[in-house]
Every structure is written in C-alpha cells, then in structure tokens.
C-alpha cells in the first residue's frame, strides 16, 4: 500500500472497524479528512449544517444499527455545539464515534483565535477520550476510540486529531482490536433472587428499558408477567422499543411526579432491568425526587452493561414459565379522525396509517405525552424517544434513523419549541432524500413550561412570564421553513385534512413535513 | 422588602448591578426566574429559541454598551448549546453573566436524565464560574459574578443557580460591590520605551484591536503615525471599530498566510496595542505560525486589560505629536452599482446607502473578506466582526447590537453557511422588532473552505469532498426561512434591484431581510 498520510489512515482505521458512516460539520483542520474521504471509497459522509445535527443523528443511526457512525466536528466550539446531543445519546447508551479536529501541535501555542481546550471541551459529555499524539500511534488510537464506544452499554468516545498529524505520512498498516466485548451475563444469584421475589405473595414490577425492550426481551417479561402476576413498566424515556401488532405492550412510568408516584403505589418489590431507580425528571418544591413508595424495595436484576434479553430469559425459565407464550397485541386500526384538530386525533391519525416496519421518532413533548397507547396495536413499528431530556433531539435522529435503514418509513413526531434547536436538520433530510414525514406539533408555546410553572408554585405568571413560554410572536411559519431548506410541507388545523396529508406522506418516498396546528 | 425567593433575590441583584436585560432560553429549573420576572419591573427579558442566540446577543449588546446582559440557561447541556458563542464573547473581550438553572441540590444525586455537571460546562469557556450553595450567599454570588464579568478587559462569568435555591425564601438584602475595577494605566517605562522605538530609524507598526480602535484610540494613534512615520493596523478580526467620514481609517492583517507575511514585512517593530502578536489563524503545511518576518521584534505597549486610549494618547505626547491632528476621512459615496451581483458590487450597494451612525455586523466570511476598504470613507458608523471564529455569531450580534440601541440602524452582512448555526436569531428580531437589516450573502457554499482546501495542499478535492462544501442541493432560500421567522423578504442575482433593496430596508425601520445571490 501507498504511503498514507493521517487522515487517510483514521478513514481506513475507521472502515477497517466497521464503521460505515460519518455526520459531519467539518472546518478548515478538517480537509484532509474530506480529502481522504475522496481518495477512499466506502465511508458515507453526510453533511450536516449544525454539528447538533450530526451528533443527533448519530444518536439515531447507533439506536437503529447497534453500532456506532462517525461525527466530524471542528476545534472545541465546534464540538460544544454538538454537545447536547451527546447528552442525549449517552443517556441512550448509543455507542457514537467523534472525531475532532483540532489546530496542529505546534500551533496551539500560539492562542489564535480558535483555540479552546478541545479535551476539556469533550470531556463533558464523553465516556473516552483521547488526542492523538503522533502518526504512529493514531492507528491504534483509532481502534481504541471505536472499542470504547462500543464497550457495553455503549459509549460517547471522541478521538482528536490535530490538523498536523492528519497531514503527515503515516505508518500503512491500520490496527483492529479482535473482539468488541459483549454484554456481560448477569450471575445466577441475582436470577434466583428475582426469582424468589416474583414467586413472593408480594407485588412486584419488571421496570424495564434498553435492549430489554427488544423482541427478545418482551416476550420473555411476558412470560415471566404471565406466570407470577407481576407488572411491567418502562421509565417515561426509552431509547428504543419494539411495538405494534404480534408484540408485547408495554406501558409508561407517567411524567408527573403525582401520577407517577400513583403508579408505583401498588408495588412491594420493583425488579430493575436495564433502569435505574425511579427518580422524578425535576425536583419540585414539597415533592420527593425518589417515586417509588417508602418501604417498595428495589432489586437489580441486571445492569445497563449486562445482557438484558438473556438475564429476562433466564429469570422466564426460573420462573416456571415454560408452558406460557408471551402475549401478543392483535392488530386494531382506528377509523380516521375528523373535526378541529387535537392531540388525541393527531395519535388516531399515526395508528391510521402508520405503515409496517415504521420508525417513530418520538419528540412530541408535552403535545405527545398521551400518544403512546394509541398505537401499541398498530402494525408493528420501533419507537424511539427523546431520552436525556436536551430537546432538538428529534429532527437529527430522524436523519440518523433515516441513514440507518433507508428501506423503513421514518414518522418524526417533533414539538415545535424543540424542533426548532436543530431545524437544519431539515436540510440534510432533502439532501441526503431521507424517507421521512415529520408531524410539527404546532401548538406556538413552550407547553410543557406552562404546566412546569404551575407545579414549581407559579399559579398565574404574569404577561412577561407568559411571553417567555409563548412561540406565537410572531407565530413559526413551519411550511416556509421547511420549504426554505428543500422540503415540501403542508399545514393544517383540520383532523381529516391532517390525516389525509399524514397518509400521502407515509405513502410517498423522501422528506415531507406536516404543520399540525393545534 | 417582603420575604422574596431566591429567583427574586436573584433579579434583583442582577438589576442593583446594573444588569438590564436578560437573553434566555428557560427550562423548567428557571420557572421562579421567569415568575420573579414578572413580580419585579425593570429587567428586560428577550426569548431565544437556542441557546446559542441568547450568547451570541450577549456578546453584541457588551460590545455596544459596555457593560454585561446577563442570559438564562437550562442545566448542562442547554449552556452547552450556548458555548460557542461564548468563546466569541471572550475573544471579543465582552463582559457577559451567565445564569445557569441547575437541578435542586438534593435532587443532582439521582442522576435523573437531564443531569450533568454544569460546572464543567460552564468552565469550558468562562472564565470564573460559582455554583450558590445557599440562600445566604446567593446576593454575593451575584455581585461577583457582576465583579467578575466586569473586570478588565470584559470576561464571561457563569454562576450556576439550583432550582431549590431560587424557590427558598431568601434574605432581602441585594449586596453590590461598590466599584468595579476600571483598566490598569500602563507603567510609564512602556510608553518611553514605544516611545524609543517608534523615533528609531527603523520602521514600526503601531497593531491595535480592541478599545484601541474607539474614536479617542484611533485619534492618537493617527497623531502618533504622522508624527513617526509608524503605520496602523488592526488584527483580521476586531470586536469593535469606529469607522467612516471623520474618523481614521485603519486597515486590517490580510487572512492568506502569504498576504499577512507580505504586510508585514515592512517592519522592524510591532507596536502591540491590546492585541497578541500576529499569528495565522490555522497551521498550515509548510507555513509558519507566526506571521513577523524572522528578526521583527514585538514590543507591548499595553495588554488588553489596560487602558488602551489612554496608552496611545501618552505616547502620543510623547512622540511630540502636540501640534500634529489625527487624519481623518472626508465623506465619500459611490454611485450605486449595476450589472450582475458579485462582492464588490454588495459592498458598493452598502457603501451607497449606509446611514449615520449605523451598526455593522459583519459575519460575511469569504464573500465579504474585502468588503472593509469600500466603506472607510462612508457615513460614520461601528463594525462589529466575527472575532473568535466559532461560526453562527453574526444574527446573534445583531439581536444584542439591536437591543442596546434602539435608535441605531443595524445592517447584519451574513455569510449564508454561517447564518444556518444560529438561524432562530431571526425570531428574535421580528419579535422584539429589531432595526436590521440582514443581507444574506449567498454563495451556497462554505466556501472559505474551498480556499483551505488548496491551501493544505489539495489542490481538487474529488466529488465526496465537494459536495461536502457545497450548500445547493439543495439550495436554502433564505426568504421561505426570514419569512418562517416572520420576516419580509427578497431574493436578488441583480445589482440595481440589490441596491434599491437595501436602501429600503435600511430605510424602513424593523426587521427585513435581502438574500443576496452570488
């Protein structure tokens, strides 16, 4: 092989360990990169007009493939751009591969203008992180970054690399670790002591998220459902679930602390799977944070790192639960709504046509907050939820969704406030022809404030309070927006006339965006 | 006083310090923020719909007043999305306090999803960041985070507030410090030192930014040329010029590497007035770092946390410049161009129609790289560049340039690839019915990195990196994204209509916004 120089050795590094495509916002200390990724055919490289965009949307393709893309980001402000986003999909366990580009060595000394302390800056959000000292060792750096994110349960690992170093001949040889480890298998104690609690008279929950909520790990929490009386129940935010007709329903831990508190009355013994503690999302005054009953033990049966789906199998067989099939929802498709348009009908319209093998792509905030049991009897579909709470996740991950599996309509049920954090990522939608129809919740309020306030002890704020929460000044001309970046858009304020629109759009290949307005 | 919150504490400490208006983008940790807001009168609040817009504002309304707006933020990774445009502020030397919403004290241990840790966050580009551990301490806080932003040359100060704190009862007392420190005059050692080399045989450049090129910076330095034979110059980027008819004009370090080495050559010595000495913005292969010809000495006349004006003016006594007055620009307009649109002719248009006492901001980037000379002897006004390189700062500057001074006109020359990072700055403008004009420098492409590209030695990049630098496929149209936002706009390939556009925008008071094809 031809001597290479840095840059064209981390794009053959990073093929080398399977990583396919790259999100990228580069900057000047970037062009070799773009340069390499000319001169070598294989990496797909997506251009995104806001590095919040490409760390979404690789949130989104890791949540779909099981693996991590790429991010390419330049110098720390624009890595601190992306970082809400890395928030969000470490909070997702999504393994993400950041590549940085900073100044050359040398020049760092200097402090000229963009200079920051990109470490610093990555290790913010980051589980890993390195900078690449010198051409000899960037090929095994490489190998390290892709290994850490993929270390169980998955991780935000981010390898910096000066602009010098990416221009130097380099050694020709990449490196590839032998084996990404694979989740750890939970000890048999902890199988018999779940065991043990479930067979108990007392009442127990299965409080589920993660892998668990694959196929694999429903149906075996169903079984074990069936055989011992106990619940299920996922936290209000899930990286990904797998619903629909002929899977296993799942419900929500409710958002407010009330409601949630309430839900978790009946229970003596929650078994974790996957989740933490039930916690509330805030603090609010006379409100405890911890939601489970005083007195409810709460029991790990396996942690985010280990394997979900086996450690539920394994406790369905504990439990006696041979004989039992899981069970199953049987399809139900509602007839479609008609009249002024409201929530409850925007969630008919989605179980009226959502297509077999749809990806939801769920940022619906306060609008959307009931949508969920309207389609756990539609045609089978994965959902995936905004999970670390860092709104303007949803546009970005319907990119990623979209990049991930072009062959599976993506339906991005996006809040307005939120959409608009990462709007650009519109853009890349109607560049790269994402088949994606994204609903804009338009209800020109930052809604889920309006009821924050009240709970936090604000019973009527006042018209400067009211303004800050209010998107209606001038109202968002979502059509226009959507028309600005290349996307054709419709808006409506009519159930039938959305549900029609909601329908071309599912049935029509590519980008199209729908004002819903409530 | 009643018994107040913390949030009201909070208010009104920030108003007994003389902060005035608030850019935030709340969450729920800054409900009692928005509630004590509406309680007491007198702190404006201006809504962003991303973070990065309410930084951004900060940073132009320090430039323009002097003094620091405070702006609210929610929780880690909503400062996260602010960072960028923090590092701007600080390279522009603008005072800026940030107010951080955190989670309760109490609640941070159960890691709920939104959880990080914000004071590394917010230490990535502040300069002094607190977290109020207590009631008592919050009115201290706030002054010194007030202190802090206020020192010289202007920092940006982070005091992280926990959403218990703002909603326990607090003491009434607001605590100011009862001066904030003014800029050092320089040891009198420097100025006869400068004084020494600048009546030398050998050439000197007097290389000035920041309060150096105020009226009172640029005046003696004019006095202290003339009387040496010294020439002036600005770094590529200024925070702040005063410039046009009456006043002394100033040209800038060229951005090519090879430019900026050629300009200065000239010279035995470089005076530094507030500035660094000059380096290139990026390292490039086979390039130098730093920009003076090897055997050039750089001498400090005064660092950036002295007194500039003040610096200049002593050495121009002492230079013996008392008879000698500054060189000032007499008023020039050209005629309004023709033909088909083209950078020149963009800054032609501008030198045609800008009024008195208009506010440049100039985020034009490539297109608009030799813009500046067009102008120089135009009707006198400010400019405001894009000073630390982080992209997505020019529509942010101009919300904040609009809010400090309702009476001026401000023209926003915006590079269009940079427009899209910070794009919700547009809301902003039509929402508070700022007086900018926008003019959308169209190229569809992040073109600067078209030139990098052959200046890191790739002289044709293949179609992947290409495309990975061209913004029209598909193209924005940036009067569907002003008109989203709810502002009027046109779109122009032609010269005359050009100019006709912008002398009504610059002649009608509010927001409106040109697309100016190229």
Redesign the interface.
Known sequence: MAIMNGAELLVRSLMASDIEVCF?N????E??F??A???IDGLR?V?C??E?VATGAADGYARMMGKPAATLTHL???L??G??NL??AR?ARSPVVNIVGD??T??RQ?????T??VE??A???SDWVRSTSSPSSLASDTADVVLAARTPPGRVASLILP??IA?TASPDAVDIRPNWPAPANVPDERIAEAATVLKGPAKSLLYMTDKALSDRGLNAASRIAQATGADLMTPI?NARIERGAGRVAIGRLPYPVEQARAALEPYHHIILVGA??P?????Y?DQP??LATEGTTCLELASADEDLPEALERLAERVGSDQVLPKHEALERPAAPTGSLASDKIAIAVAHHLPENAIVVDESISTGRHFFPFTKASAPHTWLQI????I?TGLPLAVGAGVACPDRKILSLQAD?SA??T??AL?TQ??EGLDVTTVILSNRAYA??QG??AK???AD?????R???S?D?????????A????IGAIATDDAAAFCRALGEGLATPGPFLIEAQL
């Open positions: 990228g580069p900057g000047t200390s062009m070799h773009l340069a990724l000319d001169q490289s251009l007009l806001f919040g720390g402000p624009g601190a751009n970082l809400a928030h969000n909070r100044h050359a040398y020049h200097y402090d000229s203008p963009l920051s302390d610093a800056v290790s913010t959000f602009a010098d221009w935010s933490a503690e916690v509330a999302f805030f603090a005054p944070s911890r999970i670390g709470g860092a303007g406030g608009m954090y709007v650009q853009w109607a560049r889920i404030l924050e306030m936090v002890g604000v704020p006042g018209p400067t309070g303004r800050m929460m998107l000044d001038p109202p968002l001309d979502w059509v226009a927006l028309k600005g970046m290349g």
